[in-house]
């Protein structure tokens, strides 16, 4: 329970990061996650160009929320061992 309320706070401190560093955050996410829908059709064996741009859209949105997963988690591991906490 506590690292679910350190993982909120680390997420609510981001919103007051200045406009340009949100914005270009939020860009190399969206590049990230175009890569990793090109990888991840290309092991399904799909054609992009089959795919509606709704379709495409889902899925990319679906990567874009997996990496910001990964990234909290990762900042969350981050802060705790800048701080000193162990997690273990």
């Known amino acids: 329970m506590q690292g679910e309320k350190m993982q909120q706070w680390v997420v609510e401190k981001i919103r007051y990061l200045p406009k340009r560093v949100q914005q270009s955050f ?6 990230r ?3 990793r829908t090109r990888a991840r059709l290309v092991e399904s064996a799909v054609e992009i160009e089959k ?3 709704e379709e495409l ?3 990319i949105r679906d ?3 997996k990496l910001l997963g990964e990234y909290k988690s ?3 591991i981050a802060l705790l061992a800048l ?3 162990s997690w273990f």
């Not at 939020?26 to 590049?31: A, D, G, I, V």
């Open 33 to 35: 996650a175009l890569l």
């Open 51 to 53: 795919l509606s741009d």
């Open 74 to 76: 990762k900042g969350l």
């Open 63 to 65: 990567e874009e929320d």
């Open 57 to 59: 859209e889902i899925i």
């Open 83 to 85: 701080l000193g906490i």
């Open 26 to 31: 939020r860009t190399r996410l969206r590049e």
